[in-house]
Nanobody, 124 residues
Framework: QVQLVESGGGLVQAGGSLRLSCAAS????????MGWFRQAPGKEREFVAG????????PYADSVKGRFTISRDNAKNTVYLQMNSLKPEDTAVYYC?????????????????WGQGTQVTVSS
């Protein structure tokens, strides 16, 4: 069982930066692939970034490549999403998710554990 708590969301102007954090409970955090997803009003939840539990693989959605960076600190049981050059279209609720072992996935259905989400709003 893993519990996830996101933080770091807020209101920022276009071009600004935010860093989201996701703190995980449990002693086996290092064995979980972690993902960030987002959902804007009226849209489906979409993959943003992922990080492998073992080989450093970090897939990104095309829409955020070069602007967002995912990282993890296993000693702190935390995964981060550094978001730079934010755009109004990045406005959404951002969720972190955990998937035990295996290959890091980009589909939301592969992730068993989810946080409650944190709102990110980018003003133009």
């Amino acid at each position: 069982q893993v519990q996830l708590v996101e933080s770091g969301g807020g209101l920022v102007q276009a071009g600004g930066s935010l860093r989201l954090s996701c703190a995980a409970s449990g002693r086996t955090f290092s064995s979980y692939n972690m993902g960030w997803f987002r959902q804007a009003p009226g849209k489906e939840r979409e993959f943003v970034a992922g990080i492998s539990w073992n080989d450093g693989y970090t897939p990104y959605a095309d829409s955020v490549k070069g602007r967002f960076t995912i990282s993890r600190d296993n000693a702190k049981n935390t995964v981060y999403l550094q978001m730079n050059s934010l755009k109004p279209e990045d406005t959404a609720v951002y969720y972190c998710a955990a998937d035990y072992l295996g290959r890091v996935a980009t589909q939301s259905t592969s992730y068993k554990y989810w946080g409650q989400g944190t709102q990110v709003t980018v003003s133009s």
